[in-house]
């Protein structure tokens, strides 16, 4: 027999989740009676792994084989907290650890608890939002576009379906300084579009006058590239996408500037001295240089890439704290808040004052951080990151639940991993965020999600140019993307969609997963599949806001409940490859199913649903 104890059921530990500070949490042991326990202790353990209390397990009573003890504790301050059990024997005691077992029970991870802020909110627009992701350049064009001050040099594509240019240089740099022309005008042109998909959210890709197309590289924060447009297209882009219910995101590119930039001026291209001409330029002391000017430090050692001392007066003024800063600037221009690029390189002091400015200047302005793994025990740099336990981020990019979803549908997992992720984040992470996170399949750092489901991306970069899925492969990836999208759109989180995934594009990793947007080429299939699933979250509370809990998750068959203000949906998917036989109820979408008996469905293999009860 084991000793019992989950984290995630709430007969084991009340509330379920994150705390906040003096809220009380109650813990429930069972530990067989064989093993003669005479007192249990839960350990807790600060961050750092140094001590920060204890909490005595008082034996409450027997049931069956086993005897139950009950504590219950509060932290009197935010952070991160981890503990195990230490159970006391007549002559001896051995500690309990997450994944330990009754005949090695100290090997496995300690448990962990966060305690947050009690103040910590999240914009109610952003919970449960449906996100539309826009790489500027690629999406649409209307009219000419402003080349008068464009960065040099450059191309710009004739055909708007040309490949796009993927060979380096003779010295062997990847410029990324060819355009299609897509534009503010076009977006704004496309806004009965997005909003056809259920978006609520826009999310663009960095628009800031850059020197490449994909504006990682900014040259000047406070102006937008003159090929995208002009402040005032901004702003009407913004109001377009107001007037049909949908907050606008921009991408805030703060832990480096491009060389050839306004603060930097490698090239000399930018009026005024930039701290590679002076050492005497305004902008100076954003750099560290060894010596000046010709080494310093980059992003990942790209040169073009001069990171900045992101605690500097000067530039935490500019970026943050000035009247009209950066991020002022472009809230009072229309945004709704910021996606930061890399995160994890932006001190928590940083993050925390960004957060507290947006929020002066608009209220519910949403701040999402750019995070691959799991927030809330993030560690970089050799340190442990506050995301959450501090209140900075509204919001991360949830790419533990792509890997899990793509896992599930590819077969690598029969569903009890993608369960295992699901709710160690929904227990990890703060309500108020899971429900705002970004879940994607796709984005402009990922490979296209459709070759992604059926390609492992072997071979060179030439090759990847010219691979493209053959007739079988598009179909059984067509295929997998149904199911993968149902669970990205039926799971807690904001479904976040990568432009152009919805047409059925194809594409391996950067730069041709940015491929222009084939409008008039689309896979009507797909597409409207998509329309499908942004319809259901809007009329579905229960799938943008409520709880989860997983009621079958193995033989490549899912089953979860989603509870919110006495409704509960239930979602069916089966992977398997036999037909699976479920309860009905009313039908809010399905695919591969029919009608078996009045109170039952049948879901063929590839099949799944979502029911509400």
Same mark, same amino acid.
């Given at each position: 027999?084991?000793?019992?104890?989950?984290?995630?059921?709430?007969?084991?530990?009340? &509330?379920?989740?994150?705390?906040?500070?003096?809220?009380?949490?109650?813990?429930?042991?069972?530990? *067989?009676?064989?093993?003669?326990?005479?007192?249990?202790?839960?350990?807790?353990?600060?961050?750092?792994?140094?001590?920060?209390?204890?909490?005595?397990?008082? /034996? %409450?009573?027997?049931?069956?084989?086993?005897?139950?003890?009950?504590?219950?504790?509060?932290?009197?301050?935010?952070?991160?907290?981890?503990?195990?059990?230490?159970?006391?024997?007549?002559?001896?005691?051995?500690?309990?650890?997450?994944?330990? !077992?009754?005949?090695?029970?100290?090997?496995?991870?300690?448990?962990?608890?966060?305690?947050?802020?009690?103040?910590?909110?999240? *914009?109610?627009?952003?919970?449960?939002?449906?996100?539309?992701?826009?790489? &500027?350049?690629?999406?649409?064009?209307?009219?000419?576009?402003?080349?008068?001050?464009?960065?040099? &040099?450059?191309?710009?594509?004739?055909?708007?379906?040309? =490949?796009?240019?993927?060979?380096?240089? %003779?010295?062997?740099?990847?410029?990324?300084?060819?355009?299609?022309?897509?534009?503010?005008?076009?977006?704004?042109?496309? @806004?009965?579009?997005?909003?056809?998909?259920?978006?609520?959210?826009?999310?663009?890709?960095?628009?800031?006058?850059?020197?490449?197309?994909?504006?990682?590289?900014?040259?000047?924060?406070?102006?937008?590239?003159?090929?995208?447009?002009?402040?005032?297209?901004?702003?009407?882009?913004?109001?377009?996408?107001?007037?049909?219910?949908?907050?606008?995101?921009?991408?805030?590119?703060?832990?480096?500037?491009?060389?050839?930039?306004?603060?930097?001026?490698?090239?000399?291209?930018?009026?005024?001295?930039?701290?590679?001409?002076?050492?005497?330029?305004?902008?100076?002391?954003?750099?560290?240089?060894?010596?000046?000017?010709?080494?310093?430090?980059?992003?990942?050692?790209?040169?073009?890439?001069?990171?900045? !001392?992101?605690?500097? *007066?000067?530039?935490?003024?500019?970026?943050?704290?000035?009247?009209?800063?950066?991020?002022?600037?472009?809230?009072?221009?229309? %945004?709704?808040?910021?996606?930061?690029?890399?995160?994890?390189?932006?001190?928590?002091?940083?993050?925390? @004052?960004?957060?507290?400015?947006?929020?002066?200047?608009?209220?519910?302005?949403?701040?999402?951080?750019?995070?691959?793994?799991?927030?809330?025990?993030?560690?970089?740099?050799?340190?442990?990151?506050?995301?959450?336990?501090?209140?900075?981020?509204?919001?991360?990019?949830?790419? &533990?639940?792509?890997?899990?979803?793509?896992?599930?549908?590819?077969?690598?997992?029969?569903? =009890?991993?993608?369960?295992?992720?699901?709710?160690?984040?929904?227990?990890?992470?703060?309500?108020?965020?899971?429900?705002?996170?970004?879940?994607?399949?796709?984005?402009?750092?990922?490979?296209?999600?459709?070759?992604?489901?059926?390609?492992?991306?072997?071979?060179?970069?030439?090759?990847?140019?010219?691979?493209?899925?053959?007739?079988?492969?598009?179909?059984?990836?067509?295929?997998?993307?149904?199911?993968?999208?149902?669970?990205?759109?039926?799971?807690?989180?904001?479904?976040?969609?990568?432009?152009?995934?919805?047409?059925?594009?194809?594409?391996?990793?950067?730069?041709?997963?940015?491929?222009?947007?084939?409008?008039?080429?689309?896979?009507?299939?797909?597409?409207?599949?998509?329309?499908?699933?942004?319809?259901?979250?809007?009329?579905?509370?229960?799938?943008?806001?409520?709880?989860?809990?997983?009621? /079958?998750?193995?033989?490549?068959?899912?089953?979860?409940?989603?509870?919110?203000?006495?409704?509960?949906?239930?979602?069916?998917?089966?992977?398997?490859?036999?037909?699976?036989?479920?309860?009905?109820?009313?039908?809010?979408?399905?695919?591969?199913?029919?009608?078996?008996?009045?109170?039952?469905?049948?879901?063929?293999?590839?099949?799944?649903?979502?029911?509400?009860?």
């Amino acid at each position: 027999m084991r000793i019992l104890f989950d984290s995630q059921q709430t007969q084991f530990k009340t &509330p379920f989740g994150t705390l906040t500070p003096k809220e009380n949490c109650t813990l429930r042991i069972h530990i *067989p009676s064989s093993v003669g326990a005479k007192s249990v202790e839960c350990v807790f353990q600060q961050e750092d792994g140094s001590p920060a209390m204890t909490c005595t397990m008082e /034996y %409450a009573m027997k049931q069956g084989a086993y005897d139950i003890f009950k504590g219950s504790f509060a932290f009197e301050e935010t952070g991160l907290y981890f503990y195990f059990f230490r159970i006391t024997q007549q002559h001896s005691c051995f500690r309990l650890f997450k994944q330990g !077992n009754d005949t090695n029970m100290e090997a496995g991870d300690l448990w962990q608890v966060s305690c947050i802020p009690a103040d910590f909110q999240t *914009p109610d627009w952003a919970k449960g939002a449906t996100i539309y992701q826009i790489f &500027p350049d690629r999406f649409h064009k209307v009219g000419r576009c402003d080349l008068t001050d464009k960065l040099q &040099p450059y191309t710009v594509h004739k055909d708007w379906y040309e =490949e796009v240019d993927w060979r380096p240089t %003779a010295t062997g740099e990847v410029l990324n300084n060819d355009f299609y022309g897509g534009n503010f005008k076009g977006i704004t042109e496309k @806004m009965d579009y997005i909003a056809s998909l259920g978006t609520t959210l826009l999310y663009l890709n960095p628009i800031s006058k850059s020197f490449s197309s994909h504006r990682y590289d900014t040259g000047d924060y406070q102006q937008p590239d003159p090929m995208l447009g002009t402040m005032e297209e901004f702003s009407a882009l913004c109001e377009a996408a107001h007037s049909r219910g949908i907050r606008v995101v921009l991408d805030g590119v703060y832990s480096h500037t491009g060389s050839n930039s306004l603060y930097f001026n490698k090239n000399g291209t930018f009026p005024g001295k930039g701290a590679y001409q002076s050492e005497s330029s305004p902008y100076y002391s954003w750099f560290t240089f060894h010596p000046w000017p010709r080494s310093y430090n980059s992003w990942w050692d790209f040169d073009t890439l001069p990171t900045v !001392n992101k605690m500097d *007066p000067a530039f935490v003024k500019y970026i943050i704290t000035d009247e009209d800063s950066v991020v002022a600037h472009w809230l009072k221009a229309g %945004a709704d808040g910021f996606r930061l690029d890399v995160v994890d390189e932006l001190p928590d002091e940083f993050v925390l @004052m960004l957060k507290k400015r947006i929020r002066e200047v608009k209220p519910d302005a949403l701040l999402i951080g750019e995070v691959w793994e799991d927030a809330s025990n993030k560690q970089a740099y050799g340190r442990r990151r506050r995301y959450f336990v501090d209140g900075e981020l509204d919001s991360v990019m949830n790419y &533990p639940f792509r890997t899990a979803i793509m896992n599930f549908v590819r077969k690598m997992d029969g569903g =009890e991993q993608l369960k295992t992720t699901v709710m160690n984040l929904a227990e990890n992470y703060p309500p108020q965020v899971i429900n705002c996170c970004m879940t994607l399949l796709g984005t402009h750092d990922t490979p296209r999600i459709l070759t992604a489901l059926v390609d492992d991306f072997n071979g060179s970069r030439q090759e990847a140019s010219q691979r493209f899925l053959s007739r079988s492969q598009y179909i059984r990836a067509e295929e997998r993307l149904l199911m993968a999208a149902f669970l990205q759109y039926t799971l807690p989180g904001s479904p976040s969609l990568y432009y152009g995934d919805e047409a059925g594009m194809e594409g391996h990793k950067d730069p041709f997963n940015r491929r222009s947007y084939p409008w008039g080429r689309e896979n009507r299939v797909l597409l409207e599949f998509f329309r499908q699933l942004g319809q259901l979250r809007k009329e579905c509370d229960a799938l943008r806001l409520g709880d989860i809990e997983f009621t /079958y998750a193995t033989d490549h068959r899912l089953t979860f409940c989603r509870r919110y203000e006495g409704k509960t949906v239930r979602v069916y998917v089966n992977r398997n490859m036999d037909a699976w036989d479920i309860p009905a109820g009313r039908l809010l979408m399905g695919h591969n199913l029919r009608t078996v008996a009045p109170n039952w469905l049948s879901l063929a293999p590839q099949g799944f649903c979502v029911v509400e009860d």
